[in-house]
């Protein structure tokens, strides 16, 4: 009955070594009854069911069946890295594919998992792009384009997008960190509010976390960080009143 949450990591191909952490993850920590959340970005680049990305991780499929067949309920919440991935995850057996957020309840403990990129909810801007790339004309483009071309403007598009935008909270300004925390912790308190003991989410990179007493009971907002850089994901055991994070198995942060 235990729950692990990764996202971020911003794999880029199986000879990633984050790819070999994931694959561990799946494969020798989540067990039956566990629940498991890939909460979005798992993958730098990942749309639609192309051939070029569903052969590329093939490994990840396979361990994606294979933990459905012992009895983890895996959740892959769509980020602004991987999307449309409904004929690719959508009809596998113990994978349930979400847009947004996924939330559900252990042991009276109500979860709620979202990958982040809707927290700042004054971004119209980004709201109006990520409607725009989830729309149907743009699927059916998607969906004609070849795998090898949407790979390129991929891959062009995420180097300008890296260009314009750190990777990590802490290299931001005092001010702008500051108020990106801002957003994500506001943003998780008014989920709390609605009943939910966990918040999770990822996106902004940032290895934040807090706890709020809300109406007599406290609820936990945590933010999975940057696993390439923090090296860790996130963890619930039954019985526990918090979230923790964990060491990625990784040779890597060793």
Known sequence: MSVYIVSDLHIWGPEDPLYLSLLDLICGRAQSGDTLVLAGDVFDLFVGNKAVFVDRYHKFFNALRQ?????????????????????????????????????????????????????????????FLRAFFRSLPVRFLFWLAPGPWLES???WSGKKSRKKNNLLVSQLPLERRE?????????????????????????????????????GRLGQYVNVGFPRVHGSYLSWQPGEDQIHRETLPSRIFD
């Open 179 to 215: 108020n990106l925390r801002k957003i994500y912790r506001s943003y998780a308190a008014e989920r709390l509010a609605q009943g939910y003991d966990f918040m999770v989410m990822g996106h902004c990179h940032d290895l934040d976390e807090m706890s709020f007493k809300i109406g």
């Open 67 to 127: 933990a459905g067949q012992r009895g983890v309920q895996v959740h892959y919440i769509e980020g602004n890295h991987d999307f449309l991935l409904k004929r690719t995850l959508g009809r596998m057996a113990g994978v349930a594919l979400h847009s947004e957020e996924v939330s559900f309840e252990i042991q009276g403990k109500r979860f709620l998992v979202a990958h982040g990129d809707l927290a700042d909810q004054r971004d119209y801007s980004y709201r």
């Open 153 to 155: 403007f991929g891959k």
